[in-house]
Each structure stands twice: as structure tokens, then as C-alpha cells.
């Protein structure tokens, strides 16, 4: 295929006519939707308004409730282990705390615990890859938190709730803002490196849905930053982390009180079974289910292992129905399918334009309005720009940033975006790049208390995994937020349990997972399919058609 | 309007080797796609697939060349006569230090005493020709060696610690551990808290928004809506 820098010619023309149009959309504004206009858009395309992308789930604590058809596969399969699998009367870990997850949530959660007065080696990180191999590692944005004079933790409540389409549960709310500015002073104090303008005060900028500027960011890094220091500080405290190893299902004691989990090495399939006074959940999200067949953004782990555990365990989920598909998921070229282009790069001017050169939407909207506009240009209005693989998308006019700002500011504020397109030839700050929603963040999850603490006894839950916080949409920057937030209130509340002696009984069992498996036949639940799902699949068919299971 | 993973579509294949074995996948994928289309299922190497993690650094050569060359599975393209090896991560040295026990202001030597094998740098230039980040690799390592850690933090900031710098050096240098170390003790010696930041914490403890708060956490949610749709937006700067 013949390229002209990085794009191939079929697309060229309509990149001439986004750079016709560009001086004069530089001088206008494109208007904010009004609120009723907003919810039409969502209602006719949104993904998740598609009834048939959904159904009830049919056993267990949201009996009834709606969820994508991929999560509700996986909270109706068969556990992984069956009955004689796994001799649970050998313990390989007796500890304090168990963590399972090793992203944000998992790491931060540790750091308190041990603030909070367990000693480090009695907590265990379990995680499936390798520590920070995670969403946490990815996110671009930034982070927010209420700290110039003009904005308050109220401002940040009111933007939040709104953002989550007023369902969020407020308690949750409050924390995540009353918390916010006191996780960044911890940051600080860490030496976790925030942008900074030449009197020393950090940067701020917009994200989606915020109504004042608080976004908090590391260039274009500030989920690698905040990860690499957060890790490094658990190194330095010398908390055990245990890589490859997933969580296979979690242990209860003879009442249904958590007792640690059974993790398994993907690569040995060997068990480990480890015996804990509490639990912490934290594995994060489930871009990796591909809902509704988009391509996600998220890391490959991210496959709803602890939503499926903690179900079992009678763990009650909330706001599953709702899923976030972030509007500039890379749509060009094919190597970039599916992964962020970053808000920022809309916070900093870019606009999004059709195939002929012209704005459609204004470029803030939240995400769900945003993704729906982009997804109604290119399916009902035909105004979409197609690749040669099959993909269509819109442009955004990433050239603008520097119109705005000057030449080089992409360079200093999205080092990462322009590296991702320059190592397949597109130079964005002199070309637009192609774009279409995809998969991002799983706005619900299980459903905890201010401390974390979820509706079964001995079990945490931080983070992605979690659910009431963001209620049906989150907004940009309140996740890393959250697993900070979140993480550290969870820590702390599972070590003052641990501290004040509070246990699980002498049994070590599976019974709940049995127990759940046999409502799910009873419900007339069929198939074959095992959960949790751990690793996507992404064998090519005819390798796998030719497939002979040898060893 | 689904998005899967591999387009369905035709394309032209490639002939490349994956671990010794010959393989033909459609052009354009990733190293990473590559190996997944001929049938490997990846437990280790591969976290992120979007080029922050750093787990899927591999090596290659081309055919009729000599060099060996690093690379990132999920960065980059898979050519005609690609050669390529899988790696584990490397499993570099990470020096014992906890940054609260050290007097910043006096050590000059906080890299060279934790990393001596820094003495070792034979200025080859290998880290920074490996560096899939393009960065200065070699030139982060000599302000190491001076304690210079304003300047390590500027060069080394986009380090997504895949480890093929030191995968490659002669020196056995951990490059990327010395530059978290450096970045750290920058942070925390040479940039000022933020003073906004400091009040704002402490009117939080001193409970000045909290009846705000509680008024928000009361009201109806009509209340509520009201508020949001009323919300004065800050203009950006
Ligand atoms: C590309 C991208 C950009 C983003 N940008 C932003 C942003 O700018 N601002 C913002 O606020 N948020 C952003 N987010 C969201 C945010 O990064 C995540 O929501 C947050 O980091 C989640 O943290 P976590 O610790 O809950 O989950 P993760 O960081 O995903 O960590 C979960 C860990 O658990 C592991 N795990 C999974 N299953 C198991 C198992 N069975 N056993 C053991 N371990 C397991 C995973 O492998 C992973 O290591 C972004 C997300 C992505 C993907
Ligand atoms: S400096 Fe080393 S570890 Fe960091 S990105 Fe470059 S090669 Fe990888
Ligand atoms: S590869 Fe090693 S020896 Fe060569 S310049 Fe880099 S650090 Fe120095
Ligand atoms: S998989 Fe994370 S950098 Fe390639």
C-alpha cells in the first residue's frame, strides 16, 4: 500500500479539506448541547442504550439486573476449579493482608496498610503479570483534585455526581473529593513529579465534564509517573509481591466470610493457596470483554476476574449496565486500533471534524455525549472517513494544538501521543488523526462503603473493580483519584480490622463458589464456558483450527 | 460498527521467523499481533499492549544483516524477513534505598554509592541506541554519575522501564533503576510543595467545606441537577 506520510491516499483529500476549514474554525465556537438535545444523542446511539447488547443476569445478588452480555456470560459460567482440584489443607501463605492486584489500587492499598501499622511482609500482592502491568500504568490525562482558590470540593462534588448522571452514591462522592487534595500532598511527599508552571504551582487544565480547571497531569505519563513512584515505594518498604499469579477464586470460612484466595501461575498452571485475615480486591476493569465487539483501550488482564470472584461470594455489583467508551480511541492505523488518544489533546484545542472539514460537536461534551456524536457522524450521517482495513472514524485536528499554543507544545505536553504516531510515520502536529470511540472504563463495579468495605464480610474492594463512585459515567481524571482515594481507605480500614483482631473462623473452603455454580445449573444455565476469564484469546483462527492438544 | 481485534480483510503476508519457526502473517500487525495470529497465546511479555508498560521488549534481526536489534512487540511492525526472539523481562538490580532515611541536601554521590557499576559507563552509546523511547540514554547515565539529578529527570522522564538499555549494555548498568532513583530524589529535594496545594489540604482538616458538603449530600436530586445545570464554567487558559 502507498503511503504519503503514514496515511494512504484514499485519505488524503479529506485531510486537505480539515486543513481548508481550519484558520476559520480557529476564530469560531462550536456551541455546548443543551441538556435535553445531550440525552437524545445518547438515547439513539449510545452502545449502552442498545437493548440487545444487554440482558438480566439470572442468579446471585443482582438477579434481574441488566448487564452486557459478555459479563453476565461470565458471572453465569462454571468456576475454573471443581471439586478435588486443589488440596486446600496444605496453606502455602498464612498473612495479615491479602491483595489481590498489583495496579494503583493494589499498591496504594499496601502503602497504607503498613502506614496504618502491619508489618510489610505480612501483606501479600498477588498479580497477574508483572507489578504494574496494569491500566493504572496507561492512563494520559491526568488526575483531579479541587486545590486553586476558584474551585472547592464541592465544585468537584457537583461535577462528579452530574458526570455519573446524578446516580452515584454520595457518600462515596464526598470522600473521593474531600480526599483529593490530601492524595496529591501524599504525592508530593513521595516524589511523584507533577506539572508545574514557573512559580511552582502545579498546572491545571479541563477535562470533560469539569467545570473548573483541576486536571493534574505528568505530561502525557501521569499513570506511568504516579505508578513507577507508587511502586517504587512499595519497594522500598519491601511488601512481597508475587508475580503471575492470578486469583482463581477466593476462599470463605464455614459462615461466608473471606479467608484469602486460591491464585494460579498461567504460564505453570500451578496453585498457590493463600490464607489471609482480609481480602482487598483490586484487579480493575474489563475493557479486555470487548462489549459489543469494540476495541478497548485497557491492558490485557483487564478481564472482570474480581466482579466474577467476589460475585460468587455473594458480593452484590452495581451500575454494571453502564459502560464507558471513550470517544478518541485511535482509529488509524491499524496497529493503533482501539488505544486512547488522550482528552488532553481536546483540552488543548483539537477539534472534532468530518470527513468534509467541518465541526460537529463541541469538543468537551462528556464522554458518553461525545462518543455518540462521533458514532452518529459515521453511521447515520455517512460522514465518516474509512481506512483500508475497514475501520471509519472522524478527524481530530490535533495540528490546532499548536496553532493555539505554539509550535513544540505537543512535543512538551503529548510526548506519548506523538511518539505512538510517529513510529507508524503520521506526524500529528501537522496532520489530524483518525479516531472512533472505544471500550475504556468500567464505570460500576462492586458495591462498597467509604472504607471499602463490600457487603461481605472480610472482603475490600479499591479501585476500577469497585462501583457507586462514578455512578453510570465517570468523568476524566476521578479514577486515578479513586485508586488512591480508595485504595488508601480501604487499606487502612482492612489493617484496623487485621489490628483489632478481627479473623476469619478455622475453615478454608470453596463452598460458596460450589454453592454458586449449582444455582447457576439449577437456573438452567448450560455450556461449557469457565470464569474468571484471565487472558483475552487472540490466537489467529487458522492457527487455532490446526490445533492438536499434544503436551 | 464493531471494532475486533484483527480485520478480517485480506491483506498481503509476510514471511517472518517467531522463535526459529517460519511463519506468514498479514502485513501491518504488531510483533505482538504477529506471534498471536501464528497461534502463540502470551502469558508473559506482553502488559499493556499501547506502549507504557514496558513488559513486551524483544529482540530482531533482519534477514542479510548481522545487527540485533530491541524493540517493543506492541510498537512495532512486522517486516518481510523479520527474525525475532521473545525475551523475559531482564531482571535488573534494583538498589536497596528508602528514600526517607537519606540527608538529600548533603550526599553527592546518592547514585554512584547506590549504583558504583555507574563507574563502568564506557560511553558506547548502546543504551541509547536500543531505547525505544528514543531517549538520551547514555547522556542520563553521565549526569548520574555527577548526582545530577535535575538533568536525569529531564532526559529520562518518558522511561517506560522495558529494560532493553540495559538488556544491551556492556557495562551491565540498570539505566532505567537509576533514573527512578534520580527522578525520586529530584522531586523531593529540588521541587517546592506547591503552596496552594499545602492551604487547601489544611482547610480540609480544618472542616471548612465540610458544611457545603453536607448541604450537597441532603439536598434532592432536583436540587442537585439544578446546581450542576446552573454551574458557572471556568474559562480556559
Ligand atoms: C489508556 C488508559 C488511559 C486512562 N487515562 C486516565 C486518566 O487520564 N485519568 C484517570 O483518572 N483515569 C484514567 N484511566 C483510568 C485509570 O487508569 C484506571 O481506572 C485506574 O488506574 C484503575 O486502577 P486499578 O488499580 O483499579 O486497576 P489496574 O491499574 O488495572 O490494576 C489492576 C491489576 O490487577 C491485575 N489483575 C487482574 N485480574 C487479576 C487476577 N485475577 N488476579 C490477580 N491480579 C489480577 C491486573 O493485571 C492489574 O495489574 C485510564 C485508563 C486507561 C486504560
Ligand atoms: S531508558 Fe531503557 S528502560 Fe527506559 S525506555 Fe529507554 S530502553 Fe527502556
Ligand atoms: S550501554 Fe552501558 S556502557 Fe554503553 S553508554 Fe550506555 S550505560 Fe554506558
Ligand atoms: S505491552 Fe506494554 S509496552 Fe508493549
Known sequence: ?551 | MSLSELPDLPSPLVTIHILGRLVQVPEGLTLMKAMEYAGFRLVHGVGCRGGFCGSCGILYRMADDYKLRPALACQTTVAEGMYLARMPFVPTNRAHHDLTQVNLATTTTLLASRYPELARCVACNTCTKACPQELQVMDYVQFALRDDWAEVTRESFDCIQCGLCALRCPADIAQFQVAQLARRAHALHNVAPSPQLAARVASIKAGEHRPELERLLDMDVDGLRALHAAREIEEAS
Open chain 1, 1 to 551: 500500500m502507498k503511503l504519503e506520510q503514514g496515511y494512504p491516499e484514499s485519505m488524503l483529500a479529506s485531510i486537505a479539506e480539515v486543513e481548508r476549514t481550519r484558520a476559520e474554525r480557529l476564530e469560531t465556537r462550536f456551541p455546548k448541547l443543551e441538556a435535553t438535545e445531550a440525552e437524545q444523542l445518547l438515547q439513539r446511539y449510545h452502545p449502552d442504550y442498545r437493548p440487545e447488547g444487554k440482558r438480566a443476569i439470572a442468579v446471585g445478588p443482582n438477579r434481574g439486573d441488566q448487564a452486557p452480555h459478555e459479563l453476565v456470560d461470565l458471572l453465569e459460567a462454571q468456576p475454573r476449579i471443581t471439586p478435588g482440584d486443589v488440596d486446600l489443607s496444605r496453606i502455602d501463605h498464612e498473612i495479615d493482608l491479602l491483595i489481590l492486584g498489583g495496579g494503583g489500587a493494589g499498591t496504594v492499598a499496601a502503602l497504607w496498610a503498613v502506614a496504618e501499622g502491619l508489618e510489610p511482609n505480612q501483606i501479600l500482592i498477588a498479580t497477574k503479570l508483572r507489578h504494574g502491568d496494569a491500566n493504572s500504568m496507561m492512563a494520559q490525562g491526568g488526575i483531579q483534585a479541587a486545590v486553586a482558590p476558584g474551585d472547592s470540593p464541592a465544585q468537584h462534588f457537583l461535577d462528579a455526581y452530574g458526570g455519573g448522571h446524578f446516580t452515584n452514591r454520595r457518600e462515596l462522592v464526598r470522600a473521593l473529593v474531600e480526599d483529593a487534595p490530601g492524595i496529591l500532598r501524599w504525592h508530593e511527599k513521595l516524589g511523584v513529579l507533577y506539572d508545574r508552571d514557573t512559580a511552582g504551582e502545579m498546572l491545571r487544565k479541563h477535562g470533560g465534564g469539569t467545570s473548573r480547571m483541576r486536571m493534574h497531569s505528568a505530561k502525557d505519563y501521569t499513570g506511568m509517573e504516579l505508578m513507577r513512584v507508587l511502586r517504587d515505594a512499595a519497594r522500598d518498604l519491601e511488601i512481597p509481591v508475587l508475580e503471575f499469579a492470578s486469583a482463581l477464586e477466593l476462599l470463605t470460612d464455614e459462615v461466608g466470610r473471606v479467608a484469602g484466595a486460591v491464585l494460579v501461575d498461567l504460564e505453570t498452571s500451578c496453585y498457590r493457596v493463600v490464607r489471609a485475615r482480609a481480602t482487598l480486591l483490586a484487579t480493575g476493569g474489563f475493557g479486555r470483554l470487548h462489549i459489543q465487539g469494540y476495541a478497548t483501550t485497557n491492558h490485557y488482564g483487564a478481564t472482570a476476574d474480581g466482579l466474577v470472584l467476589a460475585y460468587r461470594a455473594g458480593a452484590r455489583l452495581r451500575d454494571m449496565d453502564a459502560v464507558q467508551y471513550h470517544p478518541t480511541g485511535a482509529a488509524y492505523p491499524e496497529q493503533l486500533v482501539g488505544q486512547l488518544i488522550t482528552e488532553k489533546v481536546r483540552s488543548m484545542g483539537a477539534q472534532p471534524i468530518n470527513c468534509h472539514g467541518v465541526q460537529f460537536v463541541y469538543p468537551l461534551e462528556p464522554r458518553d455525549v461525545e462518543a455518540s456524536a462521533f458514532i452518529r457522524e459515521c453511521y447515520e450521517r455517512g460522514n465518516q472517513v474509512d481506512t483500508p482495513t475497514g475501520f471509519s472514524g472522524v478527524w481530530l485536528d490535533s495540528p490546532m494544538v499548536e496553532a493555539i499554543h505554539g509550535p513544540g507544545t505537543i512535543e512538551r505536553n503529548l510526548a506519548a501521543m506523538a511518539r505512538m504516531f510517529r513510529r507508524f510515520d503520521i506526524d500529528m502536529t501537522r496532520q489530524p488523526i483518525l479516531v472512533f470511540p472505544t471500550l475504556h472504563y468500567q464505570n460500576g463495579g462492586i458495591a462498597i462503603d467509604p472504607d471499602g468495605r463490600t457487603e461481605v464480610p472480610g472482603l475490600f474492594a479499591a479501585g476500577e473493580v469497585s462501583g457507586g463512585i462514578h455512578g453510570k459515567n465517570r468523568l476524566m481524571g476521578n479514577s486515578l483519584l479513586d485508586y488512591n482515594v480508595f485504595g488508601r481507605r480501604a487499606g487502612r480500614a482492612a489493617a484496623q480490622d487485621i489490628l483489632a483482631g478481627v479473623a476469619p473462623g478455622p475453615a478454608v473452603t470453596l463452598e460458596h463458589a460450589y454453592r454458586h455454580a449449582e444455582a447457576c445449573r439449577q437456573a438452567g444455565i448450560t455450556g461449557e464456558l469457565r470464569s474468571p476469564l484471565l487472558l483475552p484469546d487472540y490466537r489467529g483462527k487458522e492457527a487455532l483450527s490446526r490445533r492438536i492438544d499434544l503436551l
